[in-house]
């Protein structure tokens, strides 16, 4: 059969941007590429809505510090605010303002709709250079 229609976004926010407390979620002030209705994004928000059933990838990478202190900084992928499996990645920060990319790609299943953040795991995560990318598949 014919290949599905093209459904897929990719979003950056190259600027910095502090999550400051776990559980915050990184915002995305750029939509790069939206292609199909089954994605979608508000420029400058956090919440990306995957609106029909289906199987999506979702690709992401950021670089990441702690401004304050040293320790661990680290990123997950929520679905409805619920951890995805596989898609946490932390570092550890042994030097204040090292830097280090933490990235990850996961399937996701979704039934009906589902809303997907890129969440903070620590607390004084500073993000630069960040980008999502989600895709439908089927």
Known sequence: GAAPALNALYATNVGSQTLATTGDDASFDTNQVEEGTAITHTTSTATFTLGETGIYRVSYSVVATNTSSTG??????ENNSTPVPGSESQATISTTNDLA???ASVLVNVTGTAT?????????????????????LN
Do not use: D, P, R
């Not at 661990?72 to 992928?77: A, I, P, W």
């Not at 997907?116 to 439908?136: D, F, M, P």
């Open 72 to 77: 661990t900084v680290g990123v997950e992928l």
């Open 101 to 103: 990319t933490l990235a």
């Open 116 to 136: 997907i953040t890129l969440t903070s795991t620590e607390n004084n995560v500073t993000l630069t250079e960040a980008g999502i990318v989600i895709q439908k």
